[in-house]
């Protein structure tokens, strides 16, 4: 990688110390602090990470000002216009787009990974019967060590291999248990005559005592919304896993901790948030009212799924969705839904409103999934569960790239220590 250096100046010492600068392929040159410790005696201080870089990846490069968004270089128009879930989940781990044959390959090795230990199948029965299928996945994620431990040494290649695409495949079957289980439906064992998002739609919808036949529209729609959240760089639940990697621990439990972090409403819970806020407004009628109060400074009320930490022009990912949202819209013949009425109204005053404009707040992707989730009648407390299924492909790739990498070594971040300073202990009757 090309280089150069910054000096800085420390003003009250008059000390210089000079400072390497990593030129990367596309983005914000990086000054590398690495020995800024053991050279100069400085930590440095950045609260949420908004200017630090925590490694080096060749996977996934956004570019919030432009709307851009690549995965190992293609930009995600293309692959959501010509590619498929598992295409891209190949390209993500192995670097390259695949010829044809390992491509099938690759679709068989998934496919025949997704039955889940029967042991395991029963685990779900242990789960309060109205939990939430994001604590299920987490609990279960975290149990897989338990099960496939034949994959579970890290310094292992093949090892890390098989735990990648029983991770990916095994997912959309955990997946569609917890909601089975939530809803108090028997589990259904995956086909492997199906597509990825096929034998979800499946696995999720289907019971044993009648016929099931796939939708092609929801089978298509799921399989764009999969691709375009595949990963996002070093986001709060990628950052996770790969910190809890770092320490060595094994990939099923890294994945585990991701899914935690995902959980959060201010990351994968947003879509969840746009349906209560579609729910809270209730009708077109009110649209003016709430637009009020999403602008005022003393009300917390915002518009869910509208605007972006980082994409401050446009969301690519909304471009390319939203298109998705109206074709189900319109295809499922969904469009006369009143949520969906109220959801496509609030989009077009919003998209009109100088606050909105002014702020550059537009739709962000998950305004759209969480309609098109609801048009294809996923449940809203599923809706986090189905990005986690397809930001496993992110994490897992991310996880690889890291333990592969040479001289890898644990995460630890520092601090600004700003409790009291060091004093003595004070026997108990002493204390005032
Ligand atoms: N509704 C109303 N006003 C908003 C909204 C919103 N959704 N988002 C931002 N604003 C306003 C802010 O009040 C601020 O106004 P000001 O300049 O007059 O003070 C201005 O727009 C800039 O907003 P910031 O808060 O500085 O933007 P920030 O980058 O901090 O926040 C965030 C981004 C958190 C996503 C915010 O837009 C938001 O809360 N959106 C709703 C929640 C949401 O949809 N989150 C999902 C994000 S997508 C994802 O995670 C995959």
């Given at each position: 990688m090309k280089e150069h250096t910054v000096t800085v100046t420390?003003?009250?010492?008059?000390e210089q110390i000079e400072l390497p600068v990593k030129h990367p392929t596309h983005g914000p040159y990086a000054v590398d602090i690495g020995r800024l410790f053991r050279d100069a005696g400085y930590f440095t201080y950045d609260p949420g990470f908004?200017?630090?870089?925590s490694c080096q990846s060749t996977l996934t490069y956004l570019d919030g000002d432009n709307g851009e968004l690549l995965y190992r270089g293609y930009p995600i128009e293309q692959l959501a216009e010509k590619s498929s879930f598992t295409e891209v989940a190949y390209l993500m781990l192995y670097g390259e787009l695949p010829e044809k044959e390992p491509l099938k390959k690759f679709n068989d090795v998934i496919i025949k990974h997704s039955m889940l230990n029967e042991s395991l199948s029963s685990l779900f029965g242990g789960f309060y019967h109205d939990a939430h299928p994001m604590a299920i996945m987490v609990g279960v994620v975290g149990s897989l060590s338990a099960f496939y431990h034949d994959s579970t040494d890290i310094s292992n290649a093949s090892h890390r291999e098989i735990a990648a695409h029983r991770m990916i495949a095994k997912m959309p079957t955990i997946a569609a248990a917890s909601y089975k289980h939530s809803i108090g439906e028997p589990q259904v064992y995956p086909d492997n005559s199906l597509s990825y998002t096929g034998n979800l739609l499946r696995m999720m919808f289907?019971?044993?005592?009648e016929p099931y036949k796939v939708d092609p529209v929801a089978e298509k729609a799921l399989d764009l919304i999969f691709i375009l959240h595949i990963d996002h760089e070093q986001n709060a639940s990628t950052s996770t896993v790969r910190l809890a990697g770092?320490?060595?621990?094994n990939p099923f439990a890294c994945i585990a901790s991701g899914i935690a972090a995902l959980w959060g409403p201010a990351h994968g819970g947003a879509n969840e948030a746009v349906l209560s806020m579609l729910d809270e407004i209730g009708?077109?009628?009110n649209i003016p009212e709430f637009l009020a109060r999403a602008k005022d400074k003393n009300d917390p009320f915002r518009l869910m799924g509208f605007g972006h930490r980082v994409y401050k022009n446009y969301d690519p990912r909304a471009k390319i969705i939203r298109q998705m949202c109206y074709d189900v819209l319109e295809k499922l013949d969904d469009k006369d839904d009143p949520t969906f009425e109220l959801a496509l109204k609030l989009e077009e005053i919003a998209l009109n409103d100088e606050y909105f404009i002014q702020r550059n707040l537009y739709p962000n992707v998950d305004f759209y999934s969480g309609l098109i989730y609801k048009a294809l009648g996923?449940?809203?407390?599923?809706f986090t569960v189905m990005f986690a299924i397809a930001r496993t492909v992110g994490w897992v790739a991310q996880w690889t790239e890291m333990i592969a990498e040479e001289n890898q070594r644990i995460g630890r971040p520092r601090q600004i220590y700003v409790g009291p300073e060091k004093r003595d202990y004070v026997e108990i009757d002493k204390r005032q």
């Open positions: 420390d003003n009250r010492t008059g908004l200017s630090t870089a289907s019971v044993p005592c770092s320490s060595g621990a009708h077109v009628d996923i449940p809203t407390n599923m």
